[in-house]
């Protein structure tokens, strides 16, 4: 019976010159209009992302994690393997932007959400599910103290903070009420800043030297002591870590001959990364479960993981 309506319908459609009725399609935005208010276009982004949303298959991550160079791009995956845990398991997504100079204001991208699916009321759309945004960055450059006029690197962090969250209330739907819209923006943002940087804060001098040196040997290059390393950490951050071989060769280059610079005796972040998180996963391996955590990577990548949970089923 139903063929036979279905085949009446598609008759008369022709001999009036109309499109033919196709029941599935109008099943479809008949279940459509039921469970969202309007019928679905399935290449708008909204639309994608109600479904993988409603299914659990929302690509978002729930935190992107942002570094600020390759050591620790390269450490901190070692360190959750070491740990028994994987970032993605948790929705955390590792980035490393390359640099203490770069423009930020990309990521409010990701914390401004677009609107989603039908309307919670009418002009008020339920938002998509937000990322939460963990900045973790050395305390020099823009991020340095400044011992003379008393300013520390962290007023520049709210500095920044405060700017993203302009730019996420502006991009966030206009409908959107203004408190949620600042709630929205005040939680997806943080910044932490190192006492001094992840290597300094995370290795001891004999660690530090250890890895440079086995990178150095690689390419006949002099070793570092632990005391060299503990000369950089007190200058820092008016001296970078990445010059200690260069520094060395410097120091022992008579007057006269060409100069050395900076450059030329680069050490591979990669490869040192890697020596220095065996050596951590290592340390790791001798504590027992009721310690607290040696490391303070340790307890920023279980922060990370708790913001990440807390966020969104």
């Known amino acids: 019976m139903a063929e036979m309506v279905s085949s009446f319908l598609e008759d008369l459609a022709r001999e009036r010159g109309e499109e033919e009725p196709d029941p599935e399609r109008e099943r479809e935005q008949y279940y459509q209009r039921r469970r ?5 276009n399935y290449r708008d982004i909204d639309v994608l992302e109600q479904i993988l949303t ?3 298959l929302n690509p978002r991550p729930h935190v992107l994690f942002v570094v600020e160079g390759k050591t620790e791009k390269t450490v901190i995956p070692i360190l959750c393997e070491a740990m028994g845990l994987r970032l993605e398991t948790f929705g955390v997504a590792l980035y490393d932007i390359a640099g203490v100079g770069k423009d930020l204001s990309v990521l409010a991208r990701f914390v401004a959400p677009p609107r989603l699916g039908a309307p919670v009321q009418p002009e008020l759309y339920a938002a998509a599910r937000q990322t939460r945004v963990f900045m973790l960055f050395d305390r020099e450059g823009r991020w340095k103290d400044h011992p003379k006029s008393g300013k520390k690197g962290e007023e520049e962090a709210r500095k920044v903070i405060a700017d993203l969250c302009s730019k996420i209330v502006e991009m ?9 819209k ?3 923006a005040k939680r997806g943002v943080m910044i932490k800043l190192w006492e001094r940087s992840f290597e300094f804060d995370n290795f001891s001098d004999e660690e ?13 290059w002099p070793e570092i002591t632990p005391h060299e390393v503990a000369l950089f950490r007190a200058r820092f951050p008016n001296v970078s870590l990445d010059a200690i071989i260069a520094q060395k060769v410097r120091d022992r280059t008579p ?3 060409p100069v050395v610079r900076d450059k030329d005796y680069e050490w591979v ?3 040192v990364g890697k020596q220095l998180a065996r050596m951590l996963a290592q340390r790791m391996g001798h504590h027992a479960p009721e310690d607290p955590p040696e490391a303070p990577i340790i307890r920023v990548i279980q922060h990370v993981i708790y913001l990440a ?3 969104w089923p």
């Open 36 to 40: 969202f208010g309007r019928a679905l």
């Open 54 to 56: 409603d299914y659990h």
């Open 172 to 180: 966030l739907p206009e409908d959107l009420p203004n408190q949620d």
């Open 182 to 184: 600042y709630l929205v």
């Open 208 to 220: 530090l030297a250890e890895a440079i040196s086995a990178e150095a040997r690689k390419h006949g």
């Open 255 to 257: 007057a006269g001959e």
């Open 269 to 271: 972040k990669v490869e």
């Open 309 to 311: 949970r807390k966020n």
